[in-house]
């Protein structure tokens, strides 16, 4: 199955900008994903990368893909105080369900 | 309509309680999902419905029942539940249960059992 990781917190200054890592070492997922989840809410898609893609830039999110390290990263550029949450990332595994990472906490601080 | 709700938002019950919790989509999704996320982790999968249909339940104790009475419908019906089920239940959806169909998640509904 996919077996994902990622840093567990990251706090950064509000304008500044914020990376995400996680790495994973099941390959057979075709699209990989970032969910944000805000306190006391459920998972929101931020955006996510085909796997055959190294990078995805959506306007503030941009996704980095190193297939071969098999690491993927988010950037927030300009990073706000709304943007205070935890960030998952995930994959589907070879039985075709979907697999987080353990989550980054995300602070940002004025 | 590009929603997942879940009522309740909060349910507190004691173990010898029978209670249910209930996810709506107006997508025309045919795959619904059970997650369960304790604090701080991960969502964990517990049941997948496909064209209504059961098609993973993920080693789920008993005392957590599925069902899905139409394609838009999802109910987890809870009966002598333990204290450390208590969690956020999440519900989710997507068009079909297959690689690359976003899934869009609800609310959650917090349960404490006591």
């Known amino acids: 199955g996919e077996d994902v990781e990622q840093s567990l917190f990251l706090s950064v200054r509000e304008g500044d900008s914020s990376v995400i890592n996680c790495t994973y070492t099941d390959s057979s997922s075709t699209y990989l994903y970032w969910y944000k989840q805000e306190p006391g809410a459920g998972l929101q898609l931020l955006t996510y990368?085909?796997?055959?893609?190294d990078m995805k830039q959506d306007q503030r999110l941009t996704v980095l893909l190193n297939k071969k390290d098999k690491h993927l990263s988010l950037r927030i550029a300009d990073t706000q105080t709304g943007d205070s949450a935890i960030y998952f990332c995930?994959?589907?595994?070879?039985?075709?369900?979907?697999?987080f990472g353990a989550g980054t906490q995300v602070v940002v601080t004025p | 309509d590009t929603e997942v709700t879940q009522t309740p938002k909060h349910l507190v019950m004691g173990m010898t309680n029978k209670k249910s919790l209930k996810c709506e989509q107006h997508?025309?999704?045919?795959?619904m999902y059970w997650y369960k996320q304790k604090a701080k982790k991960p969502p964990e999968l517990m049941f997948v419905?496909?064209?209504?249909?059961?098609?993973i339940n993920e080693s789920v104790p008993s005392r957590f029942s599925p069902e899905c009475p139409n394609s838009s419908l999802l109910n987890l019906h809870l009966h002598a539940l333990q204290p450390e089920d208590s969690a956020l239940y999440l519900c989710a959806s997507s068009r079909v249960d297959r690689q690359g169909n976003e899934q869009f998640f609800g609310p959650g509904t917090r349960l404490t059992v006591l």
């Open positions: 419905y496909s064209y209504e249909k059961l098609s």
């Open positions: 990368i085909f796997s055959n893609m």
């Open positions: 997508m025309g999704h045919r795959a």
């Open positions: 995930a994959g589907f595994d070879s039985w075709g369900k979907l697999q």
